[in-house]
């Protein structure tokens, strides 16, 4: 099984920098993906990592470390419209199958 | 290119009854996989079908199932409604098996009573 925690809540304001971070713990990590998702839409995929370091993609960055189960996600230059819920997943391998768990979301308020 | 297209939008049940949700996905993409969403339990797979053949297996009981088509639409099933159920039941699209670049459509929201 797995098991992934993020903050449920965070504030930030306009222009900042926000770093949201995921643990996890899983028996066959085969990678870890973020996705974006505004009230009341699909969530969207952001980034994806399967090794250690850093994976930068405009104003979005995430990093992972394997052996510490962690992962953070960097938006820079923070906008309004980044309010939105943020969902860190991680995909397990067992036995040949792929099963991607979600955590429960960090909520991300952007105030001017 | 459309995007996940899931039909229908809104739904209103009562508990016993059964519910067929829609996916069609994304031009060429081959693997659609189903995930509930609750503001209690977050997003949870339920099952991955690729090439007509479920791949992949959630925890959720046996009363919740899935087929697809060989133009890669899928279908998922609901019987014998609990309250439990209601839930924002979301398909998502990807080219290959097993990836975790998914794309999602807008979701059908079920509502039990």
């Known amino acids: 099984g797995q098991n992934i925690d993020q903050p449920t809540e965070m504030t930030a304001t306009e222009g900042a920098i926000v770093q949201i971070n995921c643990t996890y713990q899983?028996?066959?990590?085969?990678?870890l993906f973020w996705y974006q998702q505004h009230a009341g839409e699909a969530p969207t995929f952001l980034s994806y990592?399967?090794?250690?370091g850093l994976e930068e993609k405009g104003r979005f960055s995430s990093f992972l470390s394997r052996s510490k189960g962690y992962s953070y996600l960097l938006l820079k230059e923070l906008q309004m419209k980044d309010s939105a819920s943020y969902l860190c997943?991680?995909?397990?391998?067992?036995?040949?199958?792929?099963?991607?768990?979600f955590g429960r979301g960090t909520s991300l308020i952007v105030h001017p | 290119k459309a995007g996940v297209t899931q039909t229908p939008r809104y739904l209103i049940k009562t508990r016993g009854q059964q519910v067929t949700l829609s996916c069609s996905p994304i031009?060429?993409?081959?693997?659609v996989s189903w995930y509930q969403q609750t503001p209690g339990q977050g997003l949870q797979f339920l099952f991955e079908y690729f090439s007509e053949t479920q791949r992949n297996k959630g925890n959720f009981p046996g009363r919740f199932s899935g087929r697809q088509f060989s133009n890669s639409r899928s279908e998922m099933n609901v019987s014998t409604l609990e309250l439990g159920d209601s839930a924002l039941y979301l398909c998502?699209?990807?080219?290959?098996?097993?990836?975790?670049?998914?794309?999602f459509g807008e979701g059908s929201r079920l509502t039990v009573l």
């Open positions: 997943a991680v995909r397990d391998e067992t036995g040949g199958s792929y099963i991607p768990t």
């Open positions: 990592n399967v090794l250690d």
């Open positions: 031009s060429g993409h081959r693997s």
């Open positions: 899983t028996s066959g990590f085969n990678g």
């Open positions: 998502a699209s990807s080219e290959r098996q097993g990836t975790g670049e998914l794309f």
